[in-house]
Structure formats: C-alpha cells, structure tokens
C-alpha cells in the first residue's frame, strides 16, 4: 500500500469554538498536514474557498448545522467556488437523524461524531483519498452517491469527481502538476455538472408545471409550486449562459412570463397554455435525444407517482384522524 504525504496538501478548518478549531487543526498537523488554515466563521470559510480552493475542508456543525449544510450544498451545486468537488468531512457533537440527514443530503463526503481521534480522523481522510465515492447528481443533490442498492436500474449518471487531495497525497504530483490536471479535470466535471443539473431541472420544471395544471388553476393551493418553478427557472437560465444550452435562455423567459400571468390571475389559460409549451420546448433543448411525446410520457408517469404518494399520505392521515 502506498504511503500517503499529506503535507502538500491545503486544507481549511471550520469550527466557531476555538479550542476545538485548535484540536481538529492540531490532530491534522500530527497527521503531517502542514498547509492548514483555519476559520471561525462561515463567511470566513467561504472567502477562503474562493480565494484558495482547498483540497479537504474539515467543517463543524454546531450551533449552525443548517447554515452550514446550505454552504456545501452551494459550493457542490456550483454556485460557489471554483472547485465544488473538494473532499468534506463534516463533524458533529450529537448524532441525531435530523443531522445525519442534513450532512448527508448536503453533499458533504463524510459525517464524523466527536470526539475523535488522530487515527480515526486519518483513516476517514485516506478513504477519501484512496476510495472516494463517484458522484450523483440530481435535480436538488449534487454529491456522493449513497444508494444502497447499487445493482439497481437507475437514469442516473455517475462519475469519478475531480479528487486534488487524491492527486497530492497519493499520486505526490507538486502542486503546479496538480492544478494543471486539476484544471483539466474540473473543466469535464463541470461539463457533466452543467448538462446533467440541466436535463434534471428542465425535467422538475416540466413536472411542476404539471402538477399546477392538474390542480385546476386553484393556484392558492400550489403556490409553493409557482415559486419553486420560478426558482429553478431562474436557475436554469443562469446555467445556459456561455453555454451550448443558450437558446434555452429565450424559453426560460417565457416561462417566467407565464407564472406572472397565473400569479396576476392574467388569462390564466393562456398563461398556463405558455407555460407547457415553454418547459416541453426547454426540456427539448436540453435534452433532444427524445422526442416531446417520449418527455411528456416520463412527466405525466412522475406526476403520477407523486399523486399516488400524496393520496395514500392523506388517506393515511384522515385514518390517524379518525382513530383519534
């Protein structure tokens, strides 16, 4: 087994209490980490992964677990950073299901309970180093892919995400060879990451859409609906720009136009009618491998699914009601 080096490797240390920003930095440094920096803040953790993308960030929840998992989520969607692929571990002082949830459908690569030790704080990072997970995207995650059946029929893509800690502290490449092939890395993985969070919410929009159209323009009742759409439109069309994808700007900007006249109570058929046939001609930019009939065969077979859920949930609830 190969040895691993980690003092090449740069590494950021979150945590808001200072003795055990201290001991997290310490424990690094006896496992040969000698590039570490160390933050109290969120915002301060931020402006040094955008000023200086680490190769592992170590990030503490408490007192701001939710705060904390919007951050990551962030940097993994690409909203932020230049790198939404470095190696996370996020540690925590309880272990409650709402946290482990939390962590984990933030994207972050590991959840490791205090206190810890040296040793056990090294053998987490030389997984990652070693054995990373391959990455998943979907319409709202962007991280490891945590199934556990993995021999099951799934659309979904994965892919080997851009790994510089690996490149340091394993392969031992200088940190002018890493950047070099980081920066190689980085520009395919970005490309999967556009083009897959592209078609899935292209997708969500089309199924959104739906589900406001089956509601009977009772819009009081989906307007959660109407704002998520808006959104992810939005998200949408930011993705596009200077990309292959820009012709789908035009189409998001109808959409846009569309939800404003169902929020206005403006013709709302017409506003509905514009709103179909914006998100099936943007679902057929991003994704024309298909034909429209084959995308609106998946949407309404999704919708369906989710009606049934909701069904058999308000059917469970009136029995709970009931029994009461």
């Known amino acids: ?53 680490p190769d592992l960030a170590v990030c503490e929840t408490q007192g701001m677990i939710t705060e904390l998992c919007a951050t990551i989520q962030a940097l993994r969607q690409g909203a932020t950073g230049y790198n939404p692929f ?22 972050a690569d590991d959840l490791l ?17 070693e054995r990373r997970k391959r990455f998943v995207i979907t319409s709202d995650y962007v991280g490891p892919d945590r199934r556990r059946d993995s021999d099951r029929p799934s659309s979904v893509e994965l892919f080997d995400p851009p790994n510089s800690l690996r490149m340091k502290v394993k392969d031992r490449l200088t940190s002018e060879a890493a950047s070099q092939l980081l920066d190689q890395e980085l520009k395919a993985a970005r490309e999967i990451l556009t083009r897959e969070k592209l078609r899935r919410d292209a997708f969500q929009i089309c199924v959104l859409w ?12 989906f307007g959660s609906d109407l704002c998520k759409l808006g959104d992810v439109t ?10 292959e994808f820009e012709p789908a700007v035009a189409w998001c900007d109808s ?3 569309a939800l404003e006249g169902l929020q206005l109570g403006v013709d709302r058929n017409a506003s509905m009618h514009l709103l179909g046939y914006a998100a099936l001609n943007l679902n057929q930019v991003v994704a024309p491998e298909k034909t429209q009939g084959d995308h609106l065969t998946s949407v309404d077979a999704t919708v369906a699914i989710i ?13 709970q009601a009931v029994a009461i």
């Open 210 to 221: 739906r589900l406001v159209q089956h509601s009977g323009l009772k819009i009081d009742n």
């Open 86 to 107: 470095i190696v996370i571990i996020v540690t925590a002082w309880e272990h409650s299901q709402r946290l482990v949830s939390q962590v984990l459908n933030s994207g």
């Open 255 to 257: 959409i846009l136009a």
């Open 113 to 129: 309970l205090r206190p810890f030790s040296t040793a056990v704080l090294g053998q987490r990072i030389a997984v990652h180093a």
């Open 307 to 319: 009606k049934a859920r909701t069904q058999t949930a308000d059917t469970s609830n009136e029995k």
């Open 1 to 53: 087994m190969t040895r691993l080096s980690y003092d090449g490797a740069e590494t950021v240390v979150f945590d808001p209490v200072a003795a055990n920003r201290t001991s997290t930095r310490t424990a690094l440094y006896n496992l040969g980490f000698r590039r570490i920096e160390a933050v109290a803040t969120l915002d301060a953790l931020s402006e040094s992964i955008k000023r200086r993308p």
């Open 234 to 243: 939005r998200g949408v069309a930011r993705r596009c720009v200077g990309t």
